[in-house]
């Protein structure tokens, strides 16, 4: 006996913005990086506003279906690519889950840059450590922490700018309801 699959507007929303998610890092993978490993990002612009607009297991559910859908998609499934991605991406959920509380109560100090620059280091942290325990393991990777922790530093603020940016009312953005993906029918 078949049973019916009933997806609920939860479902259609969360499809809505990993495809959204998809395509940003899809195009982005596309762009040649001077330094293997360095990219600006940009899909996690999408994470930050789920977060922000809905709740933290929408963003993980994002999040992960992204890396999934993405490795599948550039055929790097279960290639060193995809651990490394995978990784970073556990590491930034697990690190905005912890610092998410503190958005409500210190928001002047805890908003959409602090929390962009938190998951970008932990995404790289995580990634040099992988790196290190796996793929090369000598002290040497060391060396280049400082490139990559400020260029986690460097987008993290660019992409918090941006989130910033999307989430102020009648600056361009998405803060009116109207332009959320969660009001338009499934």
Known sequence: MLRRLILTPDDHRI?????????????????????PGVKPGLANIITLLVLLRYDWTTAAWVTLLRVLAVSLLVGQFLAPGFVLSLGGALASLLALFVVQPLVRQQPRWFGPVT?????????????????????????GVWVLAPVFFGAALFFGSLNGLM?????????????????LPHNSQP
């Open 15 to 35: 499809a809505r913005l990993t495809a959204a998610a998809i395509a940003i890092a899809l195009v982005e993978s596309a762009v040649p990086s001077p330094l």
């Open 115 to 139: 929390l962009s620059i938190v998951a970008a280091l932990a995404h790289m942290l995580t990634q040099l450590l992988i790196v290190r325990a796996w793929l090369v393991p000598s002290p």
């Open 163 to 179: 989130v910033g940016w999307l989430m102020q009312p009648n600056a361009g953005g998405v803060a009116s309801n109207e332009n």
